[in-house]
């Protein structure tokens, strides 16, 4: 069950600091209930709010961003509460945020799963069509373990990347106990393993309707009779994870695993297209094909993908970050991408689109000027979209603001 956060040791000087720090951040970004009208309803009058920031809430910083809409129109806010720093290891939680009000003012912090000393992180939230319960499958790995440690291999079975699930059925008001399924979604020779970031997908048409579709990657350990020479690999890859059953069962996708170093997929999201094809998105780790974006499709649910991942020229403006991809509803809407646009730093989040189903995009909307990483996107109703995502004055960590989006706003030709 989902748990308050757990208390934090700080020193009275040190906690002092990171108030004082946490209020000037947040002088920079209008508060939900500025932006409200005096009748006191805030659905659709908001233009953004900030459900985390760091050095508040128990934790020095928040990072990963992950939102979906249940079928009760509930917003949660899923991210990595990280207890010490900004580092990718150590003690990090999962934790949610509830908006009733359309992502203009959010409930009380909970902890949905607790590192405990060791990192949970990843989190890859869903809503199942066929129950409305929430799926959140997430990742996990020793607190003193390293990214750069697991990917050269020097981490054991138990120390290393695993993958664990759980469900709500209560609109996300609490979370069963995370259960492993790392057996069923991970193969003997992978390293790294990420879920994610950022939303899975249910799909709504086509014969897999139903279906979980969680975009997921991984690293590999050298090919037989290959050096290894103990620096970071280039086999990097993109898979997916689906359960036909709700969550109860998982089993792998596709994996892409052509470790030729051109492509190096990594960080996935995905979309339904109004065909019925699944659009996958990537970054490109270190790959050395131009620009720092891939794509590929798939016509069977995830299972196997039509063709391998290839450059996505027209979003190279893009930094080398996680970015997020959202169809928005109706059989003509359009294809979203979320991410920073400055190609050589992470900042300026925009908005792109997509009247080709994903073939080309164009940048239709800047939402700030400020550095940025992380994002994560949601059709909030009918007429908003929602972006969750990582920004700052200094850096692109202070925050993680939700800014809501009119749809009008956006132009319906792609840019």
């Known amino acids: 069950m989902s748990r308050p956060f757990p208390s934090r040791r700080l020193s009275v000087l040190g906690a002092v600091a990171i108030v004082v720090v946490a209020a000037l951040v947040v002088v920079a970004w209008p508060r939900a209930d500025q932006a409200d009208s005096a009748d006191g309803e805030p659905e659709g009058r908001c233009a953004s709010s900030v459900p985390y920031t760091s050095g508040m809430g128990g934790y020095a910083s928040y990072r990963i961003p992950a939102v979906v809409r249940t079928e009760a129109g509930t917003l949660l806010a899923f991210a990595e509460g ?7 290891h150590g003690d990090i939680d999962i934790v949610l945020r509830r908006s009733r009000d359309g992502g203009c003012t959010w409930g009380q912090l909970r902890v949905v799963a607790a590192g405990e000393g060791d990192t949970r992180g990843n989190p890859a939230p869903v809503v199942d069509p ?23 291999g020097e981490a054991t079975d138990e120390q290393g990347r695993r993958v664990f699930v759980q469900t709500s059925t209560d609109d996300g008001r609490s979370f069963s106990a995370p259960r492993e399924i790392t057996s069923a979604v991970k193969r003997p020779g992978w390293r790294w393993y990420a879920t994610g970031p950022g939303h899975a997908i249910a799909l709504t048409r ?23 020479t103990g620096q970071e690999p280039k086999y990097y890859g993109a898979h997916t994870i689906y359960s036909d059953d709700g969550g109860r069962s998982w089993r792998l996708g596709f994996v892409e695993d052509a470790y030729e170093g051109v492509h190096n997929a990594n960080e996935s999201t995905a979309a339904q297209l109004p065909d019925g094809r699944l659009y996958f998105n990537a970054r490109n780790q270190k790959g050395t094909s131009p620009g720092n974006r891939l794509d590929a499709y798939s ?24 970015g997020s991809v959202l169809q928005l509803a109706g059989e003509r809407g359009n294809l979203l991408f979320s991410g920073p646009s400055v190609p050589t730093d992470r900042a300026a989040m925009a908005l792109w689109s997509s009247t080709d189903g994903g073939r080309s995009f164009g940048k239709v909307l800047t939402l700030s000027s400020r550095k940025a990483a992380y994002s994560d996107l949601v059709q909030a109703d009918a007429e908003t ?13 202070e925050v993680i603001e939700f800014r809501r989006v009119p749809l009008r706003e956006l132009p319906t030709d792609g840019g």
């Open 206 to 228: 086509g014969d897999h309707a139903g279906r979980l579709v969680v975009p997921a990657n991984h690293s590999s350990a050298p090919p037989s009779g290959s050096p290894d």
């Open 82 to 88: 990280r207890s010490v720093g900004k580092e990718d």
């Open 385 to 397: 979209v929602g972006v969750l995502y990582e920004t700052g004055v200094e850096t692109a960590y």
């Open 130 to 152: 066929r129950s409305g319960n929430i799926v959140l499958v997430t990742s996990y790995h020793s607190g003193d373990v390293t990214e750069a440690r697991i990917l050269r």
């Open 299 to 322: 016509s069977d649910g995830g299972a196997s993908l039509d063709r391998g991942y290839a450059e996505q020229s027209s979003l190279n403006d893009v930094p080398l970050v996680e």
